[in-house]
C-alpha cells in the first residue's frame, strides 16, 4: 500500500504524544551508533533538507528516487525524526523483496522499517513470506518493523504482518497535539477487527503498537507509523 500524501516536516506533536522527543531531546538517546534498515518503494533522496546530514548507505542508487521512501527515512532517521544519528542503509530492490532485505541483512542493520506491505491470499493467516520474515529475523537478530495497512479497521493487516517476529504497527491520530488523551485510532488503519483477521490458530494478533500517522496535517497513512517505531527502537538498543 501506499500513503495518500507526504508529511512535512515538523514530527514533534507526533514524538512528543509517544515521548520519542523527550528520549531524543533530554535522555539524549538519538539512535547513535546504531544501524537502521529502510526497505521501501524507491529510492531515499539523501540530499533532502533533512537526511543530507545523515549517515546514509544506499543499496540502491539505480532506482529512482521515492518520496514515500524519502518520507519514511525522514520520520525515523531524518534530522527533526526520532533517530537523526543512526547509521540509514536503504533498498528497494526491484528483484525480490527477500534479496532486498537480505542485502539489508548483511549490512548488520539491528532493525528493518517496511512501510509496505505485499498481497495476501484470502483465507491465508500466515503466508510463506511470513514464515521466511519469521525465520530471518530469529536466525539473524534483526528486529523488523512494517505497517499495518491503510485498508480499514475489519481487514487483516498486510503480508507479511502476520508473522510472529515481525512489530507490526497500526495508526493513531494524535490531533496534532502532544498529549495522548486525545489520541484516536487512525480510521483506515487495518487492525483486524473481524474475528478471523487475526489470524485464528495461524500467524498472530495484530497490529503490536499504534503510533502517530498525521503528520502535521499533510500526511497521514500506517507507512508514517511504523518508521516512528522503527526510531524509537533504535533509540532503545543505543540505551542498552
Request: net charge negative.
Amino acid at each position: 500500500h501506499k500513503d495518500q500524501s507526504e508529511p512535512v516536516a515538523e514530527v514533534n506533536s507526533a514524538m512528543t504524544a509517544v515521548d520519542a522527543a523527550y528520549v531524543r531531546n533530554t535522555l539524549g538517546y538519538d539512535g547513535y551508533g546504531v544501524k537502521i534498515g529502510v526497505y521501501d518503494t524507491g529510492r531515499v533522496d539523501v540530499n533532502h533538507s533533512e537526511l543530507k546530514n545523515t549517515n546514509i548507505t544506499v543499496l540502491d542508487s539505480n532506482n529512482d528516487i521515492s518520496s514515500h521512501a524519502t518520507n519514511v527515512s525522514r520520520i525515523a532517521a531524518g534530522s527533526n525524526g526520532v533517530a537523526p544519528n543512526v547509521h540509514l542503509y536503504t533498498n528497494s530492490s526491484n528483484v525480490s523483496a527477500e534479496q532486498g532485505l537480505e542485502a539489508l541483512i548483511d549490512c548488520g542493520v539491528s532493525v528493518i522499517n517496511m512501510s509496505l506491505g505485499f498481497v495476501r491470499t484470502e483465507g491465508v493467516y500466515y503466508t510463506d513470506f511470513e514464515k521466511w520474515i519469521d525465520h530471518i529475523a530469529y536466525q539473524h537478530n534483526v528486529t523488523i518493523v512494517m505497517s499495518a495497512g491503510n485498508s480499514g479497521v475489519k481487514t487483516v493487516v498486510s503480508n507479511p504482518g502476520l508473522a510472529h517476529n515481525v512489530i507490526t504497527v497500526g495508526g493513531t491520530n494524535t490531533q496534532y497535539t502532544s498529549t495522548k488523551s486525545d489520541d484516536t485510532l487512525y480510521s483506515v488503519s487495518a487492525t483486524n477487527g473481524s474475528a478471523s483477521g487475526n489470524g485464528i490458530t495461524a500467524g498472530c494478533a495484530k497490529p503490536d503498537f499504534l503510533a502517530p500517522a498525521y503528520m502535521s496535517g499533510m500526511g497521514y497513512g500506517t507507512s508514517y507509523a511504523a518508521p516512528m517505531v522503527t526510531g524509537i527502537i533504535a533509540q532503545m538498543i543505543e540505551c542498552r
